[in-house]
């Protein structure tokens, strides 16, 4: 408990999960996985129902114990803020499956998949610009997936192609992989 900087771990261990804060718990939740000293860390959604200071907490608790122990970290959010400010590389999901990937940076800078701009083009801005229309339509349902690329009953770009078959992952960039046909040699 020490190593997720709880102070007191003997007085921890005797309390009860409801006598603990949320950020107490989602330390005690760190410290349970780390017990067997994992390669491989899987945080979903690790700062949810925290407030900002605490969830800035956990994710700088993640932070050092990639940096400190050696820990890969797997961080499963919704949260765009996070992924901004904690990780190096970043998989965009729509409906189950990969549809950019790349470094955080190139990313959040140029993205390329269409669901990845009107997504980060949804996020709330400090210096006061409009925001721009939300993605249009309805997430798919994932027992009716639609056929080819998941995404384009919604997609603005969507091509015949995109309704046939699934776009395979194609390279960008140096760092940085899409799955959509605009990327296959002139859109088809």
């Given amino acids: 408990l020490t190593s997720v ?3 007191d771990p003997g007085r921890i261990l005797s309390l009860y999960p409801l006598e603990l804060s949320g950020g107490m718990r989602q330390r005690v939740l760190t410290a349970m996985a780390l017990v067997n000293k994992p390669r491989l860390l899987i945080a979903d959604e690790p700062g949810s129902a925290l407030d900002v200071t ?16 050696g820990i890969a970290v797997l961080l499963i959010t919704h949260d765009l803020g996070v992924v901004r400010e904690t990780v190096e590389r970043v998989y965009i999901m729509y409906a189950g499956r990969v549809v950019e990937e790349g470094q955080t940076v190139e990313i959040f800078d140029d993205p390329k998949h269409p669901y990845t701009q009107g997504l980060l083009s949804s996020v709330p801005r400090l210096t006061g610009e409009a925001l721009a229309e939300g993605i249009p339509g309805t997430l798919s349902d994932y027992t009716e997936a639609p056929s080819g690329c998941r995404f384009h009953p919604r997609c603005p770009q969507a091509m015949e192609k995109c309704a046939q078959q699934k776009p ?3 390279k960008v960039s140096t760092k940085q992989h899409v799955a959509c046909y605009l990327y296959h040699g002139g859109g088809g």
Avoid at 62 to 69: C, I, M, P, Q, T
């Fill in 54 to 69: 605490i969830q800035a907490q956990i994710l700088s608790l993640l932070k050092s114990l990639v940096k400190e122990a």
């Fill in 168 to 170: 395979p992952m194609v």
């Fill in 5 to 7: 900087q709880l102070p």
